[in-house]
């Protein structure tokens, strides 16, 4: 069983950076690949940066790529979202996920836990 808890959510202006916290609780983060996923108003989730389990893989969708940076830190079980040069469609609820398969990919059902979520607004 893995427990997550995003934080670092807030407003922001167009071009400012922030970087989402993911904690986790349980034994298997370390062996579990980790996702950022967000959800605007009206609109489905969407894939945003996964992570394998040990750092070394990563994937981005195509609208943040080169603009954010998915990292973690196995020593204390959490996974980090840079998010820089930010722009009002990045606005949305971001969840962080667990997926015990060290699945990579923009599959949300291949992951089994998920966030409670935090807020990002970005200004115009």
């Known amino acids: 069983q893995v427990q997550l808890v995003e934080s670092g959510g807030g407003l922001v202006q167009t071009g400012g950076s922030l970087r989402l916290s993911c904690g986790a609780s349980g034994r298997t983060f370390s062996s579990s690949a980790m996702g950022w996923f967000r959800q605007a108003p009206g609109k489905e989730r969407e894939f945003v940066a996964a992570?394998?389990?040990?750092?070394?893989?990563?994937y981005y969708a195509d609208s943040v790529k080169g603009r954010f940076t998915i990292s973690r830190d196995n020593a204390v079980n959490t996974v980090y979202l840079q998010m820089n040069s930010l722009k009002p469609e990045d606005t949305a609820v971001y969840y962080c996920?667990?997926?015990?398969?060290?699945?990579?990919?923009?599959?949300?059902?291949?992951?089994?836990?998920w966030g409670q979520g935090t807020q990002v607004t970005v200004s115009s």
């Open positions: 996920a667990a997926s015990r398969t060290n699945y990579i990919g923009s599959d949300s059902r291949k992951y089994e836990y």
């Open positions: 992570i394998s389990w040990s750092g070394g893989s990563t």
